[in-house]
């Protein structure tokens, strides 16, 4: 592995983490002040077409065709 790509998986491994506990916490706060009401969907989570992610929903119907 080249030290280029070494410090490239290095980087975004990093990322991932911060992003995940970043996440984390921000579940944690908004649970904590939401009175029960679902933390993912009211945490902001990232994903979705705001970060640029973006897949689309398949069917088993749809792999069949």
Do not use: C, H, W
């Amino acid at each position: 592995m080249t030290p280029a790509l070494e410090y490239l998986m290095n980087t975004r491994k990093n990322k991932v983490e911060f992003d995940v506990e970043d996440d984390f916490r921000q579940m944690q706060e908004t649970k904590a002040t939401s009175g029960g009401m679902d933390a993912m969907r009211s945490s902001g989570m990232r994903g979705g077409k705001a970060s640029g992610i973006s897949a689309p929903i398949v069917d088993q119907e749809a792999v069949d065709a």
